[in-house]
Each structure stands twice: as structure tokens, then as C-alpha cells.
């Protein structure tokens, strides 16, 4: 039997008592990576209703701009934004996320204590090593929550056993083919406010920024546009305004195509 003590940083929470299980959890491996991917679909979910949970691996701290605590400061103002029950940090080395027993146990305590129906995650290839690196990561911490030998204690108690029901992964920069599309265009909006929460690392349009820091790949002015363009030509795939692309890890079935006739 192998056991691990995980006591992960609760960065945001939405009220003292616990709202777990979730229904779905998004796991990213920076503090503004799960708003700039899934955004949309997150403000979606929260407004219908649903319990969402993000779980981000580092804190950013090799980031070329901002620091550690601004980050943090910015992930909880995106939190409320996007209406989260809790989110969390792992505390994994930013630029480093190794394959190792105690990663893979830190990834498995978020699965056993928010028990999602749904789960997203980076994809295999992507610009970011830690994004690839993260892929790899979750695969492996997927297949372990639901082993019985691996006991996991969070806060004082030992999980149980638990594997997601379904897996799912974002867009990051380097584009895939979805294998669907989920319609955000009534909550855009909600994304972009929480994506520009996230101020020490983006462009945020009438805001001035510091010109000792350099510029990056995502403080541009252009990779805004890139986001917008991105959602805009996902969303005239299927007729809409602005849509966001998933791909599943495993094929998806349906009992019956009336699921579909909502």
C-alpha cells in the first residue's frame, strides 16, 4: 500500500462548506491557462447552475512578467469572475512539471476529493513543455485514482478510489481538430473579463502597462485578436457567435440520439 499526505494550497473558495463532488474540475498547468482556453465553457457551466472546480499545477513563477503573489491575487479575482466553488495550487515547480510518484499523487488528490463527472486538461502537443508535460501527468494521475492500493489522505482523510467519467481537452495554442464544439457566445464576455483578470500577463485593452517588463507571447495586443478570431471561426462552424473546440480522450457514445434533441 502506498500512501501520500496531500495538503494542496485553496487559493478560492466559495463558501466554508464543501461543494464536492463537482461536476467538472479543469486542471491546467498555469494560474491563467484554464481562462484562456476553456473560459467560455467554465462561465457556461457555472451559469447553469453547475459546481466547477480549477486546479492549476504551478504558480507561475517563471513567468516574464508579474510575480507570485500578483498571480495568485489574479486568479482569485478570475475566480469569482467565473463564479468557481473552489480553486487550487499544487505547487509544482513552474517550468519543470515532472513525471514523478509525488506529482502524479497531487494530481490524484484533486480527482479523489473533487470527484468530476467531467475533467479537462491540456492537450499531448502544445507550445508550452509544461502543457505536454501536464497531458502526460493527468493521463497517468487518471489511471491511479482508481487503484485501491494507493491511498490518498487531504486534509486529515483518506479518499476513495475514483476515476472521472469523462475526459476532455482544451485548446492551448497549437490548434487540433475537435471533435466537438460547445456555443460560449452568451458568455464570451464572462471569459474575456476573466482572462483580463490576469492583467500582469495580458494585453487588457485601455490599461496602461509597465514598460519595465518585456513583452510576451500573450501581452500583445494581437494574441487577443487570436483568441477572438480563434472563437469566432469555431463558432461559424456550427452557426453560432463564438464557440470553444474539446477533443475526447475516449470515444463518445450515446444511448439514444434523443440526448441530442435539446
Same mark, same amino acid.
Request: proline residues 6%; hydrophobic residues 40%; negative net charge.
Given at each position: 500500500?502506498?500512501?501520500? @499526505? ?16 463537482? @461536476?467538472?474540475?479543469?486542471? +491546467? ?6 481562462? $484562456? ?9 457555472? #451559469? ?19 510575480? %507570485? ?6 486568479? %482569485? ?17 513552474? =517550468? ?87 456555443? %460560449?457566445?452568451?458568455?464570451? @464576455? ?6 483580463? #483578470?490576469? #492583467?500582469?500577463? %495580458? ?27 480563434? +472563437? ?6 456550427? =452557426?453560432?457567435?463564438?464557440?470553444? =473546440? ?13 440526448? $441530442?434533441?435539446?
Amino acid at each position: 500500500m502506498l500512501q501520500y @499526505d496531500i495538503c494542496p494550497d485553496i487559493i478560492f473558495q466559495r463558501s466554508a462548506l464543501s461543494e464536492t463532488p463537482v @461536476d467538472m474540475l479543469v486542471i +491546467a498547468a498555469h494560474p491563467d491557462d484554464a481562462e $484562456l482556453s476553456c473560459g467560455g465553457v467554465v462561465a457556461q457551466m457555472t #451559469a447553469e447552475g453547475r459546481r466547477v472546480a480549477i486546479v492549476e499545477c504551478t504558480q507561475g513563477e517563471m513567468a516574464s512578467r508579474g510575480n %507570485v503573489e500578483l498571480r495568485r491575487q489574479e486568479a %482569485v479575482y478570475a475566480a469569482r469572475i467565473l463564479n468557481l466553488c473552489e480553486r487550487w495550487n499544487l505547487h509544482i515547480p513552474d =517550468g519543470n512539471i515532472a513525471d514523478s510518484a509525488m506529482n502524479v499523487a497531487k494530481i490524484v488528490a484533486a480527482l479523489r476529493y473533487f470527484r468530476p463527472n467531467i475533467l479537462l486538461f491540456p492537450p499531448e502537443f502544445d507550445r508550452h513543455p509544461d502543457h505536454e508535460s501536464l497531458h502526460r501527468l493527468v493521463r497517468k494521475a487518471y489511471f491511479h485514482s482508481g487503484l485501491t492500493k494507493l491511498e490518498i489522505i487531504v486534509f486529515g482523510k483518506a479518499l476513495e478510489p475514483y476515476r472521472p467519467k469523462r475526459l476532455f481537452c482544451y485548446m492551448q495554442t497549437y490548434e487540433f481538430e475537435p471533435d466537438f464544439y460547445v456555443d %460560449v457566445s452568451a458568455h464570451f @464576455d464572462t471569459k474575456l473579463q476573466a482572462y483580463f #483578470a490576469h #492583467a500582469s500577463q %495580458v494585453y487588457v485593452p485601455g490599461a496602461v502597462q509597465s514598460r519595465d517588463e518585456p513583452q510576451t507571447f500573450i501581452s500583445s495586443p494581437e494574441f487577443l485578436e487570436f483568441i477572438k478570431a480563434r +472563437a469566432r471561426h469555431f463558432g461559424g462552424k456550427i =452557426g453560432v457567435e463564438y464557440a470553444e =473546440g474539446l477533443y475526447s480522450v475516449e470515444p463518445l457514445g450515446f444511448a439514444t440520439l434523443s440526448a $441530442l434533441l435539446r
